[in-house]
């Protein structure tokens, strides 16, 4: 059984389109974050959300919680070259698969 | 400041020898988590260290993996008989707080010791 399940897992997009990255979990910790990892680099924390209806923004990306749900989702507005990495969601240590995501020009 | 810091950032082994990967926290993080991740994979939990208290090893895969956690700094997984199925990199990451807490616990990750087994 998957706690983290996360989707798409891969995803290119031309830059200036705005797309959404799901994130459904099972544990019952509400507590959620978002990394980011850039290829053989290790991860950079984005963002830590954790009560139902947060929601933090910075820059082109934007997440949100609802823990009614068990669902974060990450929504990335405008989306520029230097986005491209893969982003993976957190619940507990219970980490998703992935997102890979390559901004086209 | 220092981050979190690995030591070695690459091994190369043969099958069969055992292997001792070691991680730096930073300073004053009560917290260390031990993770691995395959080519192309997500980040598979290995170990949870919180204070004092006992150590969440849910994570291990076998009992060939083991790992060590002094006072609140360094911490070593040693992996004994290593299996080809073992090359992966290994993340270590710290947190100013543990899971418990109420308040965020964002974990800060070392750059990783890449692990290769012939």
């Known amino acids: 059984e998957l706690k983290v399940e996360q989707n798409p897992l891969f995803l290119s997009m031309q830059e200036g389109k705005n797309y959404t990255i799901y994130c459904n979990y099972s544990t019952t910790s509400d507590r959620l974050y978002w990394y980011r990892q850039d290829p053989g680099k290790s991860l950079e924390s984005l963002f830590v959300?954790?009560?139902?209806?947060a929601v933090k923004q910075e820059g082109r990306l934007m997440a949100s919680l609802d823990t009614k749900a068990r669902l974060s989702t990450l929504h990335i507005t405008a989306a520029v070259h230097d986005l491209s990495a893969t982003y993976f969601c957190v619940n507990q240590f219970y980490f998703g698969t992935g997102t890979s995501l390559t901004v086209i020009p | 400041g220092a981050g979190v810091s690995q030591s070695p950032s690459n091994k190369v082994t043969e099958k069969g020898k055992d292997v001792e990967l070691r991680c730096d926290p930073i300073s004053g993080h009560t917290a260390l988590y031990w993770y691995r991740q395959r080519l192309g994979q997500g980040l598979e939990f290995l170990i949870y260290?919180?204070?004092?208290?006992?150590?969440?090893k849910s994570g291990l895969p076998s009992d060939r993996f083991s790992a060590e956690r002094t006072g609140e700094s360094v911490s070593t997984l040693t992996i004994q008989r290593t299996q080809q199925e073992d090359s992966a990199v290994y993340l270590c990451a710290s947190s100013p707080l543990g899971l418990e807490t109420a308040s965020t616990d964002t974990q800060y990750f070392g750059p990783g010791t890449r692990l290769t087994v012939l």
């Open positions: 260290f919180q204070g004092n208290s006992a150590p969440d």
């Open positions: 959300l954790l009560s139902n209806g």
